[in-house]
């Protein structure tokens, strides 16, 4: 029978990393399930406002607004944020 060590699992050479690197993952992993909630929480406020902007006799989507989003995430993030916030976008939306 094998035992897994921590020096396996992180791929560290040290404990010492090895010790690192799992409290980093920990906080990653914490981190996850933040970004996760507040992801589900933006969704939820995006229905509401879908919901408001149809029931007006308005469009599901906001092209306009949705380019302040891909402006704002590609300003903070680079390329790949324009990447993240149309994932985001469909997320909240669905394709269109």
């Given at each position: ?15 010492e990393?090895?010790?690192v ?30 919901d ?10 906001n ?10 995430y ?23």
């Amino acid at each position: 029978m094998t035992t897994t060590t921590s020096l396996d699992v992180t791929g560290a050479r040290t404990s010492e990393a090895a010790d690192v690197i799992g409290g980093a993952r920990e906080r990653i992993d914490a981190l996850d399930d933040r970004i996760i909630g507040l992801i589900q929480e933006r969704m939820a406020v995006s229905a509401v406002i879908q919901d408001a902007r149809i029931a007006s006799g308005g469009r599901r989507v906001n092209l306009s607004r949705e380019m302040e989003i891909l402006g704002h995430y590609s300003e903070a993030l680079g390329k790949p944020g324009t990447s993240l916030a149309m994932t985001l976008l469909e997320l909240c939306r669905g394709r269109i």
